[in-house]
């Protein structure tokens, strides 16, 4: 498929944490399939939830901050 914006330039099919992204390597705009933005919302709403109770926790301890899903995600 090419991307609908420099339309001369086939996208790139990227897997992370089990969704499918369409990227475009020139312009780097970003297409999902029916559903997959729903499914990054859900891991993104849970993932906040887990990251919060984690939190408070370890509250005193310092520690490595982790990358969110969304950041994972999209990191080209």
Partial sequence: MHCP???DVSLVNA????IEIDY???CRGIWLDR???DKI???SASDAVG???HRE???QT???????LITELFDF
Avoid: F, S, W
């Avoid at 897997?15 to 089990?18: L, Q, V, W």
């Avoid at 310092?62 to 969110?68: A, D, G, I, M």
């Fill in 24 to 26: 475009c390597p020139n």
């Fill in 5 to 7: 914006v420099c339309k």
């Fill in 15 to 18: 897997e992370r944490e089990g």
């Fill in 51 to 53: 990251a919060a109770a």
């Fill in 57 to 59: 926790h370890h509250a």
């Fill in 35 to 37: 559903g997959e933005l």
């Fill in 62 to 68: 310092p520690h490595k901050q982790k990358r969110n």
């Fill in 41 to 43: 919302i859900e891991r």
